[in-house]
């Protein structure tokens, strides 16, 4: 059996259709679906059974000489959120307990982990597994520092012998792609672009306020979710492949780009209105992003990145664009 922790979110999801459509299972959820359309990403998947965080420990304690993977990526993902006790009971205490979990029960571990924990990228965006190079990252927002801390513990475990049978970690750059919808503003600037174009025939990007880039210039490393997903899946095919990897398309692009493209997709002319940076976000603002994908080249992994045209125009044209967007 495979646990996917986080399985009704956005990468979560798109990782079980990747399970699922390569007959890869019995699948697992562990996710709180509340009450809106979150349920939705897995109506299409064969699903064993669901559990509620909470549950989990007892569930395992029931179910758990049958999980021989667990995908974790249940987070607390938002940037925004303040409640630091509450991001790393989630982020790093339950990360820990799956981790001893996996260690003890000869389970595998593939995990989520963030570009966040990179900060303001002055330090690079190389991924180091040295446990000294980790904890010399500056992440900006307490979700990036739990995730730099779980990084950290993994690395320094994996070296004392004391490791699940793989463990695997993944710095997710910009993803965008479908089953993202009940995101709110954490949604990608993808979709956000997407609806600003459908709807009024314009798009808003930020100027710019760094005399080294142009307004739109700004550049992050935008990632279609199903490489994401295909990493994950070679990964779980390669159980030799252990570490904490970057997981971006290896090129950043500018927002003019990427505006470019859902224009590109809509068949519309290109239409943009320039916004100022809120001063809340200004000081801190990133203008740079792009993920070093040479550690996972080394292990094996060769798939090539999809390009931002391509998965633009994929995200819009089968899905955003469709009477059912989900996958």
């Known amino acids: ?9 956005f990468i979560g999801s798109n990782l079980i259709a990747g399970l699922a459509a390569r007959g890869l299972g019995p699948i697992a959820v562990c996710d709180r679906f509340g009450d809106g359309a979150k349920w939705k990403n897995l109506a299409k998947h064969p699903i064993v059974a669901t559990v509620l965080p909470e549950d989990l420990p007892a569930w395992l304690d029931e179910n758990g000489s049958s999980v021989n993977c667990v995908f974790h990526m249940g987070a607390i993902s938002a940037t925004t959120e303040t409640d630091v006790d509450l991001i790393l009971e989630t982020n790093l205490a339950l990360s820990m307990r799956l981790w001893y979990w996996c260690a003890e029960n000869d389970a595998r ?23 000294k190079a980790l904890a010399a990252l500056r992440p900006l927002n307490p979700y990036g520092w739990s995730k730099q801390l779980f990084d950290g513990n993994a690395a320094r475990l994996a070296g004392q012998g004391a490791a699940p049978l793989q463990w695997a970690g993944l710095k997710f750059f910009n993803v965008y792609g479908p ?17 600003q174009v459908r709807d009024t025939g314009r798009a808003r990007l930020f100027r710019s306020h760094h005399p080294d880039y142009e307004d739109g210039g700004q550049m992050r490393d935008f990632v279609w979710v199903g490489d994401c ?8 095919d390669n159980p030799h492949v252990s570490g904490v990897f970057n997981c ?16 590109a997709a809509l068949g519309k002319a290109e239409s943009i209105d ?10 801190h603002y990133q203008y740079f992003t792009e993920a070093r994908m040479d550690r996972i080249a080394a292990a094996g992994y060769k798939s090539p990145a999809t ?7 994929t995200y819009i044209k089968d899905y955003l664009a469709t009477d059912d967007p989900y996958r």
């Open 307 to 313: 390009s931002l045209e391509t998965g633009v125009a």
């Open 109 to 131: 571990l593939i995990y989520a982990s963030s570009a966040a924990t990179y900060g303001d990228g002055t330090l690079g965006f190389d991924d180091d597994n040295d446990p």
């Open 179 to 195: 089953n993202e919808y009940h995101k709110g503003g954490m949604r990608s600037v993808a979709h956000q672009l997407f609806e």
């Open 1 to 9: 059996m495979i646990l996917v922790t986080g399985g009704a979110g």
């Open 248 to 263: 971006g398309s290896g090129k950043a692009r500018s927002f003019l780009d990427l505006a470019r493209a859902v224009f």
């Open 229 to 236: 997903v295909d990493m994950m899946l070679w990964l779980y």
């Open 274 to 283: 320039w916004l100022d940076t809120p001063m809340e976000i200004r000081r």
